[in-house]
């Protein structure tokens, strides 16, 4: 049974790695570059939101959603910004001038995290509590948190590709990273494309 306890953990954490490369691989795909700072953009809004939950002291639960929307505005409005002041002006640069500034841009960031929060080991409160289940007597459990990750990934996954199949924007997300030249003549608008 260990085998399969292990197969489910594995395939848990392989759905929170494929969420992580699909954001990779949507802005390499998109904008011809690595975005070291993806990494460092996603622990600035962990940190954001954990600090929400800390001091929402009425409701945990209160807290958690909270933060997570506060970190979803806080990392938006961070990628913006470093899109448009780091690699927009180096969208005809040669990769390397890129690969640097994004390197640049996610020790930057790294160090910023340091000089505000410091380097203590955080640990997130549980929020809510799961309970698990439990087949082939008791030989087999499975936590809720384990389920909630792989079923929140399903759908993260099932929306992305819904979004970039049928809507407009997902379309000249898909026509920007086949050709850039021919979307634009195409009307599609590349630099607000690679922008969002």
Known sequence: MSILNNLINGISL??????????YTMVYGIAKMLNFAH???IMVGAYICFFTMSKMSSSLLVGAVAGTLLAMA?????????????????RKAPSLA???????????????????????????PSVISLGSLTLMDGQL???????VTVLANIVIMAALTAFTGRTKFGKAMRAVSEDKGAA?????????????
């Open 39 to 41: 990494g460092d953009i």
């Open 74 to 90: 806080v990392c938006t409005v961070l990628g913006v910004v470093i899109e448009r002041l780091a690699y927009k002006p180096l």
């Open 141 to 147: 459990v499975i936590s809720g948190g384990t389920i």
């Open 98 to 124: 890129v690969l640097i500034t994004a390197i640049g841009v996610s020790y930057f960031l790294q160090n910023s995290a340091l000089l505000i929060w410091g380097s203590a080991p955080k640990s997130y």
């Open 184 to 196: 634009e003549l195409m009307g599609i608008n590349v630099n607000m494309t690679i922008s969002m």
């Open 14 to 23: 392989g759905s929170v790695y494929a969420i992580i490369a699909l954001g």
